[in-house]
Structures are given as C-alpha cells and as structure tokens.
C-alpha cells in the first residue's frame, strides 16, 4: 500500500537538526546565512529590511508532501485533495506554486478569491469559506463556478439560494459542522466548539436541518460536509474524534434522507515546530493516514461508500518555508532578579509578526549576517513599536557581540506574519521575496511611506 514520505525536517543552518528551517538554508564559508543560495546579507542589500524571505523550493516541497500523502493514503477509497489555506500567505506567486504542486486554493475574501483567479487558477480548483460573506464574494464565487461554497450558518444557505436563483445558476455547498471538538494552540485559534462563532452544530441539530435545507433548495447541491476544529494541533486524535463525527452525521443524513454526500472536507489546522523545544508534530503522511483509517473503519462499519476526502493545511505549508530578516538597532540590558536580560531592538515587530502579542507565540532567532565571535547571552529580540508587548522572541541566545547593523533572522514566519501584518506607527508592511537556486525576486512589493500617505485625505496633498 502507502509508503511513508519523509519527514520534512531541515537542518539548522549550523548543521544540528531543529527542523525549524527552510530545506536550504545554510550558513555560508563566511559565516553568513543563506536561503535557497542567496545570503542573507544580500538578500538585505537589495532588497532591504524588514523582509520576509519565502524558500520556493521549501514551500513546494512542503505543498507536494501533502498533495502525495492525500494521493497515497485515500488511494483506496475515494481519492483525496489538498486545498492550500490561502489565509495563511497568499500571493499570485504562491497560488501558481500551490496549483503547480496539484493542490486546490483556499480562499476566505474576495481579494484571496481574485488573487488566484488573476494567476488563472480555474475556478473549480478554489473553495470558498467565511462566516460572513458578502454579496459581491457570493457572486463572484458563483460566478466563477468555485468547486465548492462552504455555507456557515442557515442565514447564509438562503442568502446563497437566492443569489444563485437570481443568476440562474446552482450553487456548490459544503456545510460547516462542528463537532464539538475543541483542539489548537490557543483559544482564538480553536474553532470547533459550541460557544463560538463558526459552523452549524451538530449537537443542536443546525447541521442536520441545513442538510435538508440544501436538499430541498432549487438552487445548492450538496455537496458535502466540512469541518474545521483549530490550528496547531499536535493530536491525531482530535482530528480522528471530529472526523467520526461528521462521518456519523453523514451516515445518518444518507440512511434517513435518502441523500448522497460525496464528499468530506476534515479542514486546516496541522501543527509545525517554532522552536527546538516545541514537541515535533505527526509527518504530513501520519495526519492524513489517520484521516484516511477513521474514514476505512466507517466504510467498512456502515456500507456507506466512501467519501472523496480533502483538507485545508496553511500553516504547515507556509510557516516553516519563511523568515523574516531583521537589522539590529539599540541593545540594553536590564537587571533581574536572577541575572540580566538584554533587550536587542530590530527595525520591524508586531507589525510584521503579530503572533507572539496576540498568541503568547514563541519564536528563536539567529545571527545572520556573520558568524559569532562571542559566546550567547540571554536575548529578547524586540520590535520598534510603541508598546512593551512588542515582542519577536521571547528569550533566546544570541552572540554577546551583536551590534547596531547585525542582521537577525527568525524561521518559521511564513505563515499568519504577513498575512495578518498591520501598519500599526505608520509602518509600511514588507514586501516578501521568493528565493529560488540562487535567485531572489519580489513576489509581494513592500509597502511605501508614500503609500501610506497617499490614503491620508489631507496629508497626501502636503
Ligand atoms: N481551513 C479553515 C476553514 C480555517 O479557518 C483555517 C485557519 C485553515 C483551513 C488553515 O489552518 P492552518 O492549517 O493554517 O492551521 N492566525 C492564527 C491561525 C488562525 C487560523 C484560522 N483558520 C495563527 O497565527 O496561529
């Protein structure tokens, strides 16, 4: 049958295997860290700093992983899909590699919608989520004939049947259970659980109601079921509970309406290592063969023929494929009680890297442009923004010779850092270059001061 992918862990650039960074980063003869053959120091010189660095190859790979392991563990069943979490960094560059790599793009916006229409992704290879549509989203979506809507509440189902009436058209509906299952990194990020906004529950009998809603509509055809219960789950298990679920919800919808649901969509949510000291999560391949077993066992307990099965990874494609490089700007130490902490201001934070403020998340860090020529000493890597929440790294240790002009590298930031980027103390947000066997090209421009003076009704005109 299926044969296990490797998994995808990345040496550190000085040799010891974290897995925390892009496949080709590498600290140069010079001491300097380098991305898919560009050093990080030139990287700097052309293109400036704050920058996010996407690794092509890394994030292909990473894509490729995902769309084998669909492939290989829902072989004998219905067959299986990955749709790339738009939500998670997309631009018409990485819409292209996703589509190239064979996966579906997953958008939530209009914008994220247009994105991978304007890279001539057929409509039939993007989804639609939101828990809030809007009208214009809804149409262009039916417009473009999306392989599939998926409707959040009941509102929506009607609002949804009577555009697609209007335009003489028929809709393409999955619907958003939840399962009550409750699983991710932190609370905002959990979604599957009664007391929250998303997805019709199965508990309360919404989504069994909006079953036979979309049953009874002229214009939606059902055409499966989705659920998403969070991010950054390290548990097999909580995906396997929410899967039985909402494979148990199908079995009664097809035995007692008589129905066809031919497909499943088990969602995002598959959890990547920030940091060495973050537990290692299941291979790509281990996730989906769990999805894959729960989806077996219930073929085989209810003679229900199997669904075609998809998910929705973002962040485990993204994150570990990016970084973002910093220049080193004021260092202070403070004293506490159990010693001293320096503090090492970089020219970006929380606008850039909104997670550790919001999540509490944990980041590391690494010189970047040379090699150390002193031992480490312990280091809070801070933005320069106007709030002491302004973290990039928590505690890490960096050489006790980093200086003002050093640049500073943190891995793992390619997913949820510029997607969620603000312009928080009028700070342009960065653009983001691809690098690739050598080569380093803007796939997102960075943000101008003029820009953001262009959008001032009175400044502008200065
Ligand atoms: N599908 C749906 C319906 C989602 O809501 C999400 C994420 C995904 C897929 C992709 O999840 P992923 O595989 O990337 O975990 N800003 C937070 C994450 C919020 C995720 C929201 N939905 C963070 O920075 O951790």
């Known amino acids: 049958m299926s044969t296990r992918l490797e998994n995808l862990a990345a040496p550190e650039p000085d040799g010891s295997a974290a897995g925390i960074w892009p496949t080709t980063a590498q600290r140069l ?50 067959g299986g899909n990955a749709f790339y979490a738009g939500k998670a960094f997309l631009c018409g560059a990485v819409a292209r590699w996703m589509a190239d790599e064979g996966l579906f793009i997953d958008t939530c916006s209009e914008a994220e919608l247009r994105t991978a229409l304007a890279v001539g992704i057929p409509g039939e290879r993007i989804g639609l989520h939101g828990n809030n549509k809007s009208r214009a989203e809804i149409e262009l979506a039916l417009d473009a004939a999306v392989a599939h809507l998926v409707v959040d509440s009941l509102a929506e189902l009607a609002q949804v049947e009577a555009i697609a009436a209007e335009r003489g058209t028929t809709a393409k509906v999955m619907l958003r259970v939840t399962t009550g299952v409750h699983a991710g990194g932190h609370e905002y990020i959990a979604t599957a659980h009664e007391d929250q906004k998303f997805g019709l529950s199965i508990a309360s009998g919404a989504a069994r109601r909006a079953i036979e809603e979309t049953l009874a509509a002229d214009h939606l055809r059902l055409i499966g079921l989705h659920s998403h219960i969070g991010s950054q789950i390290l548990s097999r298990e909580a995906f396997t509970t929410a899967a039985r679920a909402v494979l148990a919800l199908r079995a009664t919808a097809v035995r007692e309406l008589g129905c066809a649901i031919p497909e499943i969509d088990f969602g995002g949510g598959y959890a990547v290592r920030y940091t060495v000291l973050d537990d290692v999560p299941p291979a790509v391949f281990d996730y989906a063969e ?26 485990s494609i993204a994150a570990p494929a990016g970084i973002t490089l910093y220049t080193v700007g004021t260092i202070k130490s403070v004293a506490l009680e159990n010693g001293t902490r320096r503090y090492v201001s970089v020219d970006g934070g929380m606008s850039d890297n909104i997670r550790p403020a919001l999540y509490g998340a944990d980041y590391t860090a690494t010189l970047a442009s040379r090699v150390p020529a002193a031992d480490g000493v312990r280091t809070r890597v801070v933005g320069k923004h106007c709030e002491s929440g302004d973290i990039v790294v928590h505690d ?54 003029s820009d953001l003076l262009e959008l001032d009704v009175e400044a502008s005109g200065a």
């Open 396 to 449: 890490v240790s960096l050489s006790a010779d980093l200086g003002p002009g050093d640049l500073v590298a943190v891995p793992v930031t390619g997913a949820y850092g510029r997607s969620m980027a603000s312009n928080y103390n009028l700070l342009p947000r960065p653009g983001v270059v691809a690098v690739r066997d050598g080569e380093a090209r803007w796939v997102l421009r960075p943000e101008s001061i």
């Open 290 to 315: 769990a999805l894959a077993a729960t989806v077996r066992a219930d073929a085989a307990a209810t003679g229900i023929p199997a669904p075609l099965v998809s998910v929705e990874p973002g962040r």
């Open 29 to 78: 003869p010079s001491g300097e860290l380098a991305i898919g053959g560009v050093s990080t120091a030139r990287l700097a010189r052309e293109f400036g700093t704050p920058l996010y660095v996407v690794d092509e190859e890394d994030m292909r790979r990473r894509a490729r992983a995902w769309k084998e392991a669909m492939d290989q563990a829902f072989a004998d069943l219905a």
